[in-house]
């Protein structure tokens, strides 16, 4: 599916239109007052990353998606892992398990059994206990 934008001195503005659109409408058009547009996925955000928006900018003479990201500042990065942490606690979060500062979450002290059983933690027990599936 191609897309075309509008073009105001040279420059993108608007939103894109569907190609089809732009064929129905081109005698009604001046030359040169679209370009072929691009549409970029926005990104998958790491745990630590601000996505600001896009913006419309040209890339090897097409007008694409721009997104921009940018990383937490470090008073951003403590106020995430404080929430995480109150959540946690608001659940009544076992207090075994440790924060991980990396993924911004609570991990457990012992990795979940890979044996293709089901299990549930038990915090009497600090470990994973099996349940039964029926």
Partial sequence: MKLYILLQ?????????????????????????????IRRSQPELGVYEVYEGVRYDWVDGKVEDIHMVRPMSDQEKLAKQQEAKDWWQSINGSTQWIFNEETCRYVPPIAYPTDGKYYKWEDEINNWKEIQIE
């Fill in 9 to 37: 001195d040279g420059m993108p503005i608007h939103h894109p239109i569907l190609e089809q659109n732009f064929l129905e409408n081109l005698s009604h058009l001046e030359p040169h007052q679209y370009a072929e547009f």
